[in-house]
């Protein structure tokens, strides 16, 4: 079945949960309403469910009005949250209880149950109560039960939050299979980012009950349409540096909390045009960089590199080094050969010092900071890990906020020979970099629509990392 | 859920229980062949001896060395726990030793409650109101104490005419084989009580008789102004007054000194189909639930009612403003009949001598020529003593308040419920099968037979007990 | 936290116990059992504490007395018109005031007053609700053509006024309990029920008479336990009697009377451990059927 939301709105009181939703999810697609807590996505489902009713705009199935058709009438199949099973029902009750109350002969139930719960693969537990089974079972019961009556719509609602991470991992592949066998139009409401990248066709993603971006999962996390989305998708999350530009020296300075300079990018001209073109003037901006988008070499102290970074000199010695000042700006420092390379392969590089290091097997992670005065006082050493999660909600502590704009959060390969206190250099390929304004966060030019976008969304996220690895 | 938590172990509790039940069951089955039969046997016999014909109390203390503290509980309330107050607070400035603490019980049925428990308990009063019924039966549990070593001792002691000032019937209703083991204290009777505007409406005489009685209730049952007026109204606890209608038949009621029951006879056939015709006939009604007739008959929906004494203030209260009405004396078939209630004051064996004494003193001044006047004057009680009723300050009272004087008017007429045993079980029976027979449940000649087997039945297995 | 039972762990509990069992030793444990002892004096002197004889003399008694069989009748009459009705009706009322209707909370206040009150106080207003020619009940009938009826004085209606005020009385606090099982019930389980296609009956047969059985189980124990102790209600509503022609005489009224006003102490102690015995088998019969229905 084919869902249309036009203009969607939802109230309760003076709260806008939803807010002018468009969006047309096609038969057989799997869509996942991903967001934060609180962004309107299990409103959504709910409003597809017909458990509330919209205050606004319209809700087609297959072209259709339904807005005010009750939920016992819409063909849904629904997975609640905490799966919602009767406890004081059998297994074999739970799955029968919609063919029941659709009058159902007798013998049909029992073989549309027993079919079912074949398909979901817990025929052994049919005479079990809910009670006895385990998480990942009750989670099969529960899709089973949705799915019986044959609904064209099943709506997921945070199925699989429940679940421990490693039954997660095999309920969502689960779930994959069994839409993908029943070929049903499927809508999964998840706060997990990589749940959502790994089992949709596409992603809605929402913030404050509006949509932030609608598309497939690659070209998401390849193309954030700002900076919410970037930040919401990617474990671990995407770097952001805040960055001003300098139309004297064509620079693009990346500024601290106290809009202090720390170091300078030389830019290409193109680039440059480009951003002129947008924001005419100095122009405050936000610099996005994934964690496996950046190469990082080692500095060794006192080499005479030929790396257009323009503060080594308190990179290689802290202890003289002073914040950036903008009378400091010299002109020897601007990098004008490396302008005409601009979308070519020659990346920006900054430069800085491991503060920290995690392994994780694969590959490890690196901070690396930008601004090291003192290393030691600026970073506590609690592993990043829970920032992960939460980097893109706004859980995240001020505190932390502030750090993460003045260091970097990067992947390398596990055995590169990285320690805490090395001065580095980090190398990012410009079509890598994401550009975000700072008032409203919206992308801007697109490094990709100055390459041309290379239509290779195939290789996976690991795929991607290995390579700039 | 949480009471799937209760019912595990509340079910296991209750097994416990039943085993535990189950195993003292076993023992009070072993136990009393074991400890009782031939042996018990002896030890009753020590005890039944009556206790009016135990040779104690022949010595008592007649003086006051050292102060004594003294507990009366009784059941009145109100305007009447002030006067009684006040009596105790004179007596305690006239007698610097003793000190008199009044404990108000509620209710009588609350204070019956209460002995009964104090009694087990072993913690009486010294001393409290009680029905002559209860003291029947405390006198069978020796709990109160012989007053006569005190009444006829020559120093603390009343002289004979002292003793003979007490109003005859309330001195035998406290008096058991020759034995007083209480003294009247708040004494009541039934009047007649009429509606003075109808009974002149309807140009009626107040009736004395019966037969005047239901001819009066006849003519005074009538519309009046669209209020339904019914002539005459009976207490719910007619039943229980059913020995008046009995007498007044003629007949008689039970006999106290053998226990038969000797209502169920052509004197109680009458009064009972007298009062349940002028029932069924519409001209007569309980006051049902009203409680007491004083509302109705205030309300002015009853034109004349029997009912007690006691009850003049609350009639008084309730017609104020509404009716204007009056009292006389019972009206009469064969014989003149009323019955006397009311309690007695008795002392308790659980005091110590000087107690027992100061109690004496205390009853000589509540009830004496002043007090009892005092008394009645304040509560509408009856004065215990003739010599109370001739005073000049009651006399005037009464010639003021005319309802006042009709009680000892009946005097003469006076008798008093039988003192038996089991005579709350005898009430109870007799109350339900009148009430069963007013309402036309039952017949009379059934009723009748059903309270008479019941009550003999109490009688005799009140008897059977106290044996 | 969990700990291997030992001897020191025993006694702590049995110390935190303490307070508790004592009062119910005291108090319930010790009456129990002396009034069953009691219950087999047939010969003593119940103020010195002596006991001559025991037997089986007072339950004989109770076995051919007429009015312990009307009182046992009544109570059984007593039961079986407040329970039912009282458990239907409270449940209907937590039903609706579970619904989002409009003063909610006041309607819940309102409910729960009778709870609350004395049942003397309460007693005392439906002696006027219940008069014969004065009373509300009997006015509202009179606009429908009923004739007045003698609610508290006729023996044939004095049984269902009781009941009547019996189930009111009764109805805010067994509100209270069901409104606290109702809302124990997760929403989710009405919202998958929609999804499934149940109609509202559907949805209340299949999902809030089930999960809601622990509570009805609870309501319908304590009902019974209750009621077959009635007592006040007809003190207060009859005005010291067991109604006209001792038509709401019950087994508590029987043994008030046969203590307190007849001094039949044995004869109420058995009267009372009958009682005990009836509603403790109709309690082990309870959680029998509970064991088998109650989903918990």
Known sequence: MKIELRDLEMRFGDVVAVHRLNATFDDGELVSLLGPSGCGKSTTLFLLAGLYKPTGGAILFDGKVINDTEPEHRHIGMVFQNYALYPHMTVRQNIAFPLRMLKVPKAEQARRVEAMAELVKISHLLDRKPAQLSGGQQQRVAIARALVKEPKVLLLDEPLSNLDARLRLEMREEIRRIQQEVGITTIFVTHDQEEAMSISDRILLMKDGKIQQFDKPQTMYDAPSNLFVAEFLGTPPINVLKARSNAQQKTLEIIDEKQEVIQSMAISDPFWNIIKETFPGSALFSIGIRPESAHVKPLRSGANHTVKTHTESHVLHPSVAVPHQKQDHAHDHIPHDAGSNWGTTVPFSLSGTIVYRETIGRDSLVRVDLNARSADSVYDHAPPSHAHENASTKKQTGDQKIRAYTSLRLLVPAHQQLEIGMPVEVEILPEKMHLFSETDGARLSLPLDINEPQETHGPSLQEKEVQHG | ?467 | MMQEKSLATTLKALLYLAPALIILVVFNIYPIITSFLMSLYTDYDYYHDIVYRYGFDNFLFLLQDEDFHLALRNTFIFVLGVVPASITLSLFIALLLNTNIKLRGFFRTIYFIPFVTSVVAISIVWRWIFHTEYGLLNYFLSWFGVSPIKWLTDPKWAMPSLIILAIWKGLGYNIVIFLAGLQNIPEHYYLAARIDRASRWQRFWNITWPLLSPTTFFVSIISVIGSFKVFDEIYALFDGRPGPVRSALTVVYYIFEKFYREQEYAVASAAAYVLFLIVFILTLLQLYIGKKRVHY
């Open chain 2, 1 to 467: 859920m949480q009471s799937m938590r209760m019912t595990k172990p509340f079910l296991a509790t209750m097994l416990v229980f039943t085993l535990l039940l189950m195993t003292l069951s076993a023992c009070g089955q072993n136990n009393p062949p074991t400890g009782s039969s031939s042996s018990s046997d002896q030890t009753k016999t020590t005890t039944e001896t009556p206790a009016a014909e135990k040779p104690e109390n022949e010595s008592i203390v007649t003086t006051l060395d050292n102060p004594v503290e003294i507990t009366f509980w009784h059941a009145m309330t109100g305007h009447h726990e002030e006067t009684l107050q006040k009596i105790a607070d004179d007596f305690m400035k006239q007698n610097d030793k003793i000190k008199v603490t009044l404990v108000s019980q509620g209710s009588y049925g609350d204070l019956q409650q209460k002995l009964t428990a104090a009694a087990k308990s072993k913690t009486l009063p010294t001393m409290s109101q009680a029905y002559e019924d209860w003291i029947t039966e405390d006198i069978q549990n020796n709990l109160v104490v012989d007053l006569n070593p005190y009444l006829e001792n020559p120093t603390i002691g009343w002289r004979q005419d002292e003793l003979n000032d007490i109003v005859e019937v309330f001195r035998n209703a406290n008096n058991w084989d020759g034995h007083y083991y209480g003294m009247p204290f708040n004494k009541s009777t039934r009047i007649l009580f009429y509606n003075t505007d109808y009974l002149k409406e309807k140009n009626i005489d107040v009736p004395k008789t019966w037969d005047e009685l239901r001819e009066a209730a006849e003519k005074l049952t009538f519309e009046k102004g669209g209020k339904k007026v019914i002539g005459m109204g009976f207490e719910n606890s007619v039943g229980t007054e059913f020995s008046m209608w009995v007498r007044q038949a003629g007949g008689k009621f039970i006999d106290e000194e053998t226990g038969s029951v000797e209502f169920n006879s052509s004197e109680g056939q009458k009064a009972l189909t007298f009062l349940r015709d002028m029932i069924e006939q519409g001209i007569a009604r309980l006051a049902g639930e009203d409680g007491y007739m004083s509302n109705p008959f205030g309300r002015g929906d009853v034109a004349m009612y029997i009912g007690s004494s006691a009850g003049i203030p609350f009639v008084a209260q309730a017609a104020e403003g509404n009716i204007h009405w009056s009292g006389a004396v019972l009206p009469k078939d064969k014989v003149a009949a009323t019955p006397f209630a009311g309690t007695s004051v008795t002392v308790y064996q659980s005091a110590t001598p000087e107690q027992r004494l100061a109690a004496w003193e205390f009853i000589k001044f509540l009830i004496n020529t002043d007090n009892t006047a005092l008394w009645a004057k304040e509560t509408g009680y009856l004065p215990v003593r003739y010599s109370a009723l001739q005073s000049e300050t009651w006399k005037k009272y009464v010639e003021e308040n005319p309802v006042y004087g009709i009680g000892e008017q009946q005097f003469d007429a006076g008798f008093f419920d039988p003192r038996i045993l089991g005579i709350n079980a005898v009430q109870t029976a007799l109350g339900k099968e009148i009430e069963a027979a007013l309402l036309g449940e039952k017949s009379v000649d059934q009723a009748l037979e059903d309270a008479a087997k019941a009550a003999q039945e109490a009688i005799d297995r009140a008897k059977e007990r106290a044996r």
